[in-house]
């Protein structure tokens, strides 16, 4: 009996194991005509939602260029309507990432955006910028965020895209400090979480005689490389993917960048996921020429001095009104002005968005405190 039972559950597993059979004796034929089916219906689906944008930007103006067409207030929203609806089973970041190729690829039938990202290729400033936009965009690496900025004020990009903060090592100075001459405003945020891997072109760890990579990334390995490359050089570049170029070019050296960086060089990826914080991010800004209208969830940036106030209390007397209006202030962060030494001006987040009554309010009173106001960007919060 127990031979023939055996035998049974063989030709069970046999019978599952045939070609357009699938465990459980579904057929694979039907399920794969259901999704041609269903491919067939999402293929159209998204063609007549193309020919939607085409009629948006028709309606706006016959001559304009694609940034003109560029919304990312109603972008934001269409990505929380998206998560909101959200059953599963695929996740959240994957619907949302189908979203934003599909805004993409709509917005670019006729011109592609113009993106600058600090770079060079295989930065995560390059991946914060097709999270934000999707693929079908032009990107444009650049070596310094000066650049980055000088693109963006001449028209030669249409928007940039650059760090501004790291969860665990704190702000990037160089690009808050452009804010204090450049003209441009903040359109939007990215949220990147930063996964570090070592890589190079030698068979294990104990071939690296140097690690290159930008100071962040150093810093936010620091207690990996102290544990298991603690005698080797560690040399600050200028981005991670100039140091994944130096670890293809140089006998001996490794570096410290994101998995696409690797894919990018032809390196051998040495250690992953070496970061020393498991939730590490770094926040993203996205720059452009002017301020865009409400997305019901937004952050405001300010850029604001206390001159003339001096004093106990003047910073307190300063931001007093936020308090008042009952505004919540998310950031804060000081810097040399650059106009005399031992003056600083204040960079300040705040929930909402500047034509918000409340928020609105607050401000107003806030300007008439201070001897430097000027409205950085007001603009989505990061939706993932």
Same mark, same amino acid.
């Given at each position: 009996?127990?031979?023939?039972?055996?035998?049974?559950? +063989?030709?069970?597993?046999?019978?599952?194991?045939?070609?357009?059979?699938?465990?459980?004796?579904?057929?694979?034929?039907?399920?794969?005509?259901?999704?041609?089916?269903?491919?067939?219906?999402?293929?159209?689906?998204?063609?007549?939602?193309?020919?939607?944008?085409?009629? #948006?930007?028709?309606?706006?103006?016959?001559?304009?260029?694609?940034?003109?067409?560029?919304?990312?207030?109603?972008?934001?929203?269409?990505?929380?309507?998206?998560?909101?609806?959200?059953?599963?089973?695929?996740? +959240?970041?994957?619907?949302?990432?189908?979203?934003?190729?599909?805004?993409?690829?709509?917005?670019?039938?006729?011109?592609?955006?113009?993106?600058?990202?600090?770079? $060079?290729?295989?930065?995560?400033?390059?991946?914060?910028?097709?999270?934000?936009?999707?693929?079908?965009?032009?990107?444009?690496?650049?070596?310094?965020?000066?650049?980055?900025?000088?693109?963006?004020?001449?028209?030669?990009?249409?928007?940039? #895209?650059?760090?501004?903060?790291?969860?665990?090592?704190?702000? #990037?100075?160089?690009?808050? +400090?452009?804010?204090?001459?450049?003209?441009?405003?903040?359109?939007?945020?990215?949220?990147?979480?930063?996964?570090?891997?070592?890589?190079?072109?030698?068979?294990?760890?104990?071939?690296?005689?140097?690690?290159?990579?930008? $100071?962040?990334?150093?810093?936010?390995?620091?207690?990996?490389?102290?544990?298991?490359?603690?005698?080797?050089?560690?040399?600050?570049?200028?981005?991670?993917?100039?140091?994944?170029?130096?670890?293809?070019?140089?006998?001996?050296?490794?570096?410290?960048?994101?998995?696409?960086?690797?894919?990018?060089?032809?390196?051998?990826?040495?250690?992953?996921?070496?970061?020393?914080?498991?939730?590490?991010?770094?926040?993203?800004?996205?720059i452009g020429p002017k301020l865009f209208s409400a997305s019901g969830v937004d952050k405001t940036t300010l850029l604001l001095s206390a001159e003339g106030t001096a004093g106990a209390g003047a910073l307190f007397r300063l931001l007093e009104p936020l308090a008042e209006h009952k505004v919540n202030m998310t950031r804060i962060e000081s810097r040399p002005s650059r106009r005399r030494k031992w003056d600083y001006v204040f960079f300040i987040d705040v929930e909402g968005h500047v034509s918000d009554?409340?928020?609105?309010?607050?401000?107003?009173?806030?300007?008439?405190?201070?001897?430097?106001?000027? #409205?950085?960007?007001?603009?989505?919060?990061?939706?993932?």
């Open positions: 009996m127990a031979a023939r039972k055996r035998n049974s559950d +063989d030709k069970r597993k046999i019978d599952n194991s045939r070609p357009g059979v699938a465990p459980g004796g579904v057929d694979l034929g039907s399920i794969r005509g259901k999704i041609d089916e269903i491919d067939a219906r999402i293929e159209e689906l998204l063609n007549d939602r193309a020919r939607c944008a085409q009629l #948006v930007g028709i309606s706006k103006t016959a001559a304009g260029k694609t940034v003109d067409f560029y919304r990312p207030e109603r972008e934001a929203e269409v990505l929380r309507n998206a998560l909101k609806r959200n059953r599963g089973p695929l996740r +959240d970041e994957e619907i949302a990432r189908l979203f934003r190729e599909i805004m993409s690829a709509c917005l670019a039938q006729q011109e592609p955006l113009k993106v600058a990202f600090l770079g $060079p290729e295989g930065t995560f400033s390059q991946a914060a910028a097709f999270k934000q936009f999707g693929s079908s965009v032009r990107a444009l690496p650049l070596p310094a965020i000066a650049e980055v900025f000088r693109e963006v004020e001449s028209g030669s990009a249409d928007f940039g #895209v650059g760090p501004i903060e790291n969860s665990s090592e704190g702000t #990037v100075n160089h690009t808050l +400090d452009m804010f204090l001459s450049s003209p441009l405003k903040i359109c939007g945020e990215v949220e990147m979480r930063i996964n570090h891997y070592l890589m190079g072109r030698m068979p294990g760890l104990g071939d690296v005689k140097r690690v290159c990579a930008h $100071p962040q990334a150093l810093a936010q390995c620091r207690g990996w490389l102290d544990e298991n490359l603690a005698d080797v050089e560690r040399i600050a570049v200028s981005s991670n993917a100039e140091g994944a170029r130096r670890a293809r070019d140089e006998r001996g050296t490794a570096a410290i960048a994101g998995r696409s960086a690797a894919e990018v060089y032809g390196l051998s990826l040495l250690a992953n996921e070496i970061e020393d914080r498991p939730d590490n991010t770094t926040r993203f800004l996205v009554p409340a928020v609105a309010r607050a401000l107003a009173a806030l300007k008439e405190r201070a001897s430097l106001y000027k #409205v950085l960007g007001s603009y989505p919060r990061a939706v993932l």
